[in-house]
T-cell receptor
Framework: GAGVSQTPSNKVTEKGKYVELRCDPI?????LYWYRQSLGQGPEFLIY????????DSGLPNDRFFAVRPEGSVSTLKIQRTERGDSAVYLC???????????FGPGTRLTVL | DQQVKQNSPSLSVQEGRISILNCDYT??????FLWYKKYPAEGPTFLIS?????DKNEDGRFTVFLNKSAKHLSLHIVPSQPGDSAVYFC????????????FGGGTRLMVKP
């Protein structure tokens, strides 16, 4: 079956611009997670959703970052006024329920020039 | 402060021999531990997990050992195969964090034919 998909696979933008990163979870998975992986490091938690609501957004670095999941399926991570330090691979994962194994997408590589 | 640490950034092993990857954690609230494997340009893939009520879990060539008193876990791969060459991440979660995962920095395993 189809796994988690993320678009775009690569995004290059200029400092100060706005970007949106999309995640399509596995069909039927109620929990969805966003992580960020900087070069040479492990993924770091950003936010997770149970259904449509953000259950925990404590990992978002500042208020330039925002994520939505309006219909409980697709999620969009939005970054305003991008900075060079935002450059990283943004990973999305989904799981059937909150305490189940997380399945990751291939990630979106964001480069801020 | 890194709560999950993988102190060896890389490991090289001969095909057929045992690979041992190590992971240490500091947060005593963690009660569930996982290993993920990551190939370049792909998302992490779940490999094996262990609950804190166990000290060993085995799945084919992969075995995870947990030493709660030492806050240490290890992944054993035997026999190692060239296709096992990848970056391995240790991750942990605790009851009070939903299923938010805290990752280590990863260990790059190279299995030589």
């Amino acid at each position: 079956g189809a796994g988690v998909s993320q678009t775009p696979s690569n995004k290059v933008t200029e400092k100060g611009k706005y970007v949106e990163l999309r995640c399509d979870p596995i069909s039927g998975h109620t929990a969805l997670y966003w992580y960020r992986q900087s070069l040479g490091q492990g993924p770091e938690f950003l936010i997770y959703f149970q259904g449509t609501g953000a259950a925990d957004d404590s990992g978002l670095p500042n208020d330039r970052f925002f994520a939505v999941r309006p219909e409980g399926s697709v999620s969009t991570l939005k970054i305003q006024r991008t900075e060079r330090g935002d450059s990283a691979v943004y990973l999305c994962a989904s799981s059937p329920g909150l305490m189940d194994t997380q399945y990751f997408g291939p990630g979106t590589r964001l480069t801020v020039l | 402060d890194q709560q999950v640490k993988q102190n060896s950034p890389s490991l090289s092993v001969q095909e057929g021999r045992i690979s041992i990857l190590n992971c240490d954690y500091t947060n005593s609230m963690f009660d569930y531990f996982l290993w993920y494997k990551k190939y370049p340009a792909e998302g992490p893939t779940f490999l094996i997990s262990i609950s804190s009520i166990k000290d060993k879990n085995e799945d084919g060539r992969f075995t995870v050992f947990l030493n709660k008193s030492a806050k240490h876990l290890s992944l054993h791969i035997v026999p190692s195969q060239p296709g096992d060459s990848a970056v391995y991440f240790c991750a942990a979660s605790g009851d009070n964090a939903g299923n938010m995962l805290t990752f280590g920095g990863g260990t790059r395993l190279m299995v030589k034919p």
